[in-house]
């Protein structure tokens, strides 16, 4: 079974410019979740999907950041405009809804 | 903050001797997960204990929840090189909503 794929694994880019990252979720995996990871701190949720609707995103940074899983399978995460604060690990898991998470590799992303 | 919090943050041991460390968290839970994270890498799924259990194992791991406490301790026992990582404790709210603690460093010296 293939695990949960995420692109890019590594980002660098000045402030004030755009990004995104895309994930695919394990094949049938209902629920999708985007993580941000600062450096030395556990995962914070960004968002939450179930199938292709947003079931959580109360901790999205919605001024910058946005999220959609348009066919309810890969998902994509942007932030625009980017901010130092930002430089982080952001983690993609997906999960059947039997409370286990799949956790993707992680997109490093650097903010110059 | 629903975020849980571990204890100690970081952790060192020899090989062999057993690695303990312990979770909090403030609101009632439907569940408690623990994750390893190896350096650079994703978090993998160590095991989960529902709110009315209070003890599991798996392997050389085991998990306590106290929920009157809202704590609950993972132990590895014989620890091995290869269990140098972070260690995650994420609690289940309600809804497949997980929130992650701040993480234990364990180093496992050979």
């Known amino acids: 079974e293939a695990g949960v794929a995420q692109s890019p694994r590594y980002k660098i880019i000045e402030k004030r410019q755009s990004v995104a990252f895309w994930c695919n979720p394990i094949?049938?995996?209902?629920?999708l979740y985007w993580y941000q990871q600062i450096l030395g701190q556990g995962p914070k949720l960004l968002i939450q999907?179930?199938?292709?609707?947003?079931?959580?995103d109360s901790q999205l940074p919605k001024d910058r950041f946005s999220a959609e899983r348009l066919k309810g399978v890969d998902s994509t995460l942007k932030i625009q405009p980017a901010k130092l604060e930002d430089s982080a690990v952001y983690l993609c898991?997906?999960?059947?809804?039997?409370?286990?998470?799949?956790f993707g590799p992680g997109t490093r992303l650097t903010v110059l | 903050s629903q975020q849980g919090e571990e204890d100690p943050q970081a952790l060192s041991i020899q090989e062999g001797e057993n690695a303990t460390m312990n979770c909090s968290y403030k609101t009632s839970i439907n569940n408690l997960q623990w994750y390893r994270q190896n350096s650079g890498r994703g978090l993998v799924h160590l095991i989960l204990i529902r709110s009315n259990e209070r003890e599991k194992h798996s392997g050389r791991l085991r998990v306590t929840l106290d929920t009157s406490k809202k704590s609950s301790s993972l132990l590895i026992t014989a620890s091995r090189a290869a269990d140098t990582a972070s260690y995650f404790c994420a609690t289940d709210l309600s809804g497949n909503q997980f929130y992650f603690g701040t993480g234990t460093s364990l180093t496992v010296i050979p």
């Open positions: 094949s049938g995996h209902a629920t």
């Open positions: 999907f179930q199938n292709n609707g947003v079931v959580d």
């Open positions: 898991a997906s999960s059947t809804g039997s409370n286990t998470q799949y």
